[in-house]
């Protein structure tokens, strides 16, 4: 990538990692370069679990002063986050707590304790999300109902990507996809639930007009630049959510459908299945299927479920080293592979798999609280993380035909989790359908056409979309032997 082409850099902060990433237009194709990469942890303190937003501010920093020595011509930045987190100032524009992390103790039970308040389906009517006790709602109620000075002194509530978009800029905003995973915003409207946020008594004050993406927000302020070196750098807002920034990288060859025919996976920690719609569907099956209506680009919705992801897998790979067995991705692929089927079922939305101590102890407790034989050797335990995922997403791609009417023929996987050709394979085969994976980088991607979009790089995300196909390189999976699935799914529905 030449020094002196302009480029745009994408922060992705992902659950577990995040990254700065330079991309650039050059000869009708998306070039990316990796500037900086850096590990995302949270940290526990007392009996709480917080995300450590001051040292990934440090690394962001970092990786913009890596990208101000490598390019000469920097066209913009932006800040691209998980949902629901977020962070709470003060009137003196100071951080007014710890940025807790929706793994956090502190919601359990707190839904029941919502809907003391406002009945469910009300809070459904109103926003139209899906009920998680991770939602920011359920954490902006345990705050309250504990007592937390944070919420009592805050001034401004930003979800994780503008509060770092605060800190390079030093203006307040609320990007709309992101606020739409808190619960308290109107799917239709894109607006904030007023009535709804004085029932639960959190302060109306705090939760800002939201903005679009594409929006400009202004140049990195002065402390930045004398930082990190970027001089008179515009900060264009992305689709903040990470997800929706991933959905805007999907390759596929229309936006927003009425009757669409492919949905996507956004596979990484946390799985991501949904469909790319015109319009949200508040409606009585969304409700019983408990899918939620987020905000998608320009104005789009991304009607979805949260699975559990590769989490699951990732958990048991920590497990494997406190217990002296450090192994590898590639390893755990394999022995999986090579591991018989189907002998342990896991459900990856199991409550006893959202933070456990240890998972392989947890799952070994959950094979034994369903009936089923504790593992016999490594593999089987690595593929049954694999195949419950895939078995999920069967579920999942059922429930998404019947809300949108219309049958599903191709399911996009981007992300992280495109790599993993066992659980593509896998998908394919539990879901019957066609698998198209890649790209692996759609949340930075999707972060950077929607920059281009915002400084008139792009016209329009039909443009941004045929730039991917353009791009980058997929991968296409057909069934090869979906009836193999039948019995076990019909086990897992048991579970």
Excluded at 54 to 83: F, H, N
Excluded at 106 to 131: C, H, K, S, Y
Excluded at 221 to 235: K, M, R, Y
Aim: net charge negative.
């Amino acid at each position: 990538m030449s020094s002196s082409t302009p480029v745009h850099l994408a922060v992705d902060l992902g659950a577990s990692s995040g990254r700065v990433i330079a991309g650039v237009r050059r000869d009708a194709v998306l070039e990316l370069e990796t500037v900086h990469r850096f590990d995302n942890e949270p940290v526990r303190v007392q009996s709480s679990m917080h995300w450590d937003v001051l040292l990934l501010w440090r690394e962001i920093q970092t990786g913009l002063r890596m990208a101000a020595q490598s390019y000469e011509t920097i066209a913009s930045l932006g800040v691209d986050s998980w949902g629901v987190d977020y962070v709470l100032l003060d009137r003196n524009d100071e951080l007014a707590g710890a940025a807790r992390h929706y793994r956090d103790l502190r919601t359990i039970g707190m839904m029941d304790r919502a809907f003391d308040l406002v009945p469910r389906d009300e809070i459904f009517e109103a926003t139209g999300l899906q009920f998680m006790e991770i939602n920011s709602l359920y954490q902006l109620v345990a705050a309250r109902l504990g007592g937390e000075t944070s919420l009592e002194i805050a001034d401004g509530f930003l979800m994780m990507g503008d509060f770092f978009h605060w800190l390079l800029t030093g203006k307040r905003s609320i990007e709309v996809t992101n606020a739409s995973t808190t619960q308290l915003l109107d799917p239709r409207t894109k607006k904030w639930r007023g009535d709804l946020i004085k029932r639960f008594s959190l302060p109306e004050s705090i939760f800002a007009e939201p903005v679009q993406p594409g929006t400009t927000l202004g140049p990195v302020q002065p402390s930045v630049a004398s930082s990190t070196g970027l001089e008179n750098v515009s900060v264009v807002i992305p689709a903040t959510h990470d997800t929706a920034s991933a959905v805007l990288a999907v390759p596929a060859e229309d936006f927003a459908p009425t009757a669409p025919s492919w949905c996507y996976i956004s596979s990484g920690t946390w799985s991501l299945m949904g469909c790319e719609l015109p319009q949200p569907k508040v409606n009585d099956l969304c409700a019983k299927l408990n899918f939620t209506n987020e905000g998608g680009v320009d104005g789009t919705t991304r009607l979805l479920k949260n699975i559990g992801g590769l989490w699951v897998f990732q958990q048991i790979r920590k497990s494997m080293e406190r217990r002296g067995n450090a192994v590898s991705w590639e390893e755990m692929v394999t022995a999986a592979r090579d591991a018989t089927p189907f002998q342990l079922l896991v459900n990856p939305d199991d409550p006893a798999l959202t933070a456990p101590d240890d998972m392989v102890d947890a799952i070994h407790d959950l094979a034994s609280r369903s009936g089923q034989p504790i593992p016999s050797g490594d593999g089987i335990l690595y593929r049954a993380a694999l195949e419950g995922l895939a078995l999920r997403y069967r579920v999942c791609h059922s429930m998404l035909e019947s809300l949108v009417g219309n049958r599903i023929d191709t399911i996009h996987i981007v992300g992280g989790g495109c790599l993993n050709e066992l659980l593509c394979q896998m998908t394919a085969d539990a879901c019957d359908r066609t698998v198209i994976a890649g790209p692996v980088e759609a949340t930075a991607i999707g972060n950077l056409l929607m920059q281009m979009i915002g400084t008139g790089a792009l016209d329009s995300v039909e443009q941004a979309r045929a730039l991917v196909r353009a791009s980058f390189e997929t991968k296409r999976y057909e069934p090869q032997c979906p009836e193999q699935w039948i019995e076990p799914a019909q086990r897992f529905e048991s579970l």
